[in-house]
C-alpha cells in the first residue's frame, strides 16, 4: 500500500506556526540553526553530495542548495515526492538530483551529509530508531548528520495528535504512546501523531550508530505564543549535528558502499 503522510500540504503544522504571535520568528529560528549547519557544511571540501531522508517536498535540500552540487532525496508519500522533484527543479536548477520513494532504489552510496530532518516524531518508536540507523548508515566516516525533531519539556507529556478543530483552530492532545502508536500504524488524514523526544535519548540514539555531536540547538522557544504558549525557556524543537565516526587512518572519502 503506498504511504500517504497524514498531514496533506502540511495544513496542520502551517495552522500551528500561523497561530503563534510572530510566525516569522519561527522561520528566523530555524535560518539560525541552518546557519550552524552551513558552517559545518563548509568546512567539508567540495563537490559536496547530500542525502534528505524523509526530503517533504525538499525544503532542506533548497536551503543548502548553494554548498552542494548533487542530492538524493528519500520520500515515500507519492505526492510530495512529485512536488519535491518540481520544487528542486524550480528552486535549484543547478543541482543534479533524484527523488526515490522507496529506500531500497537509492543508490548504494554513501554521502557527505545526512538529513533527517522532522521525520522521527511520526514513526513508530522502533521505524524511528530503524531510520536514524538507516540513515547514519549512509553518511560517510567524517560526514555530517543532521537531526532535527520536536523536544520533550518536563511538563509536556511525550506522545500527541495535532488537528485542526471544528473551528479551524490547530490543537493538540497528549495521549497514551499505545493510542500514538495505533494511530501511526493506522493513519488518519488530519490528525497528525507528534512525539517528543528527550534530549538524552536522541543524544543516546546517535551515538549509537556512530555519530559524534557537534552541536545539540534547541530552537523553536514555545514562549512565542498562540497555541505554544508555555514557560518562557521551553523549545518545541530540537536539532542535532553530528560528525560520523572515522576510524583512525581511514582518511578517503569514500561514497562507494
Ligand atoms: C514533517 S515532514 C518533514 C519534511 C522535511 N524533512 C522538512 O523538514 O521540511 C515528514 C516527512 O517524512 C516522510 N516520512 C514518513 N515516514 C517516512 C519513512 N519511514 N522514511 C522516510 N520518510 C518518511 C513523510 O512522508 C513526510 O514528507
Redesign the pocket.
Known amino acids: 500500500m503506498p504511504?500517504n503522510?497524514p498531514?496533506p500540504g502540511?495544513r496542520v503544522?502551517a495552522k500551528m506556526i500561523s497561530s503563534i504571535s510572530d510566525p516569522d520568528r519561527w522561520d528566523a529560528e530555524e535560518q539560525r540553526i541552518l546557519s550552524s549547519l552551513r558552517s559545518e557544511l563548509r568546512q567539508i571540501e567540495p563537490p559536496r553530495v547530500v542525502l534528505?531522508?524523509?526530503?517533504?517536498?525538499g525544503?532542506?535540500t533548497r536551503a543548502l542548495g548553494d554548498l552542494i552540487i548533487a542530492a538524493d532525496l528519500?520520500?515515500?508519500?507519492l505526492a510530495?515526492a512529485r512536488r519535491a522533484k518540481d520544487f528542486i527543479k524550480a528552486t535549484a536548477p543547478q543541482l543534479s538530483a533524484n527523488v526515490y520513494t522507496v529506500?531500497s532504489e537509492l543508490p548504494e552510496q554513501t554521502y557527505d551529509l545526512v538529513?533527517?530532518?522532522?521525520?522521527i516524531q511520526?514513526?513508530l518508536p522502533r521505524?524511528a530508531q530503524r531510520?536514524v540507523a538507516f540513515s547514519a548508515d549512509r553518511c560517510r566516516p567524517g560526514g555530517l548528520f543532521y537531526l532535527?525533531t520536536t523536544l520533550a519539556s518536563p511538563d509536556r507529556s511525550n506522545w500527541r495528535l495535532a488537528s485542526i478543530d471544528e473551528s479551524g483552530h490547530w490543537t493538540e492532545r497528549a495521549v497514551s504512546e499505545d493510542l500514538f502508536s495505533k494511530q501511526v500504524a493506522k493513519p488518519v488524514l488530519g490528525t497528525l501523531p507528534v512525539r517528543e523526544f528527550s534530549q538524552v535519548e536522541l543524544a543516546r540514539a546517535l551515538r549509537a550508530v556512530g555519530i559524534e555531536l557537534l552541536a545539540v540547538l534547541p530552537f523553536h522557544e514555545t514562549s512565542l505564543g498562540g497555541a505554544l504558549t508555555e514557560a518562557p525557556g521551553a523549545f518545541r524543537d530540537i536539532a542535532m549535528i553530528g560528525r560520523k565516526h572515522q576510524p583512525q587512518g581511514s582518511r578517503s572519502r569514500g561514497r562507494e558502499r
Open positions: 504511504y503522510y498531514d502540511d503544522t534528505d531522508v524523509g526530503a517533504g517536498i525544503r532542506l528519500l520520500e515515500p508519500d510530495r529506500e538529513l533527517l530532518s522532522h521525520v511520526h514513526l521505524e531510520l532535527a
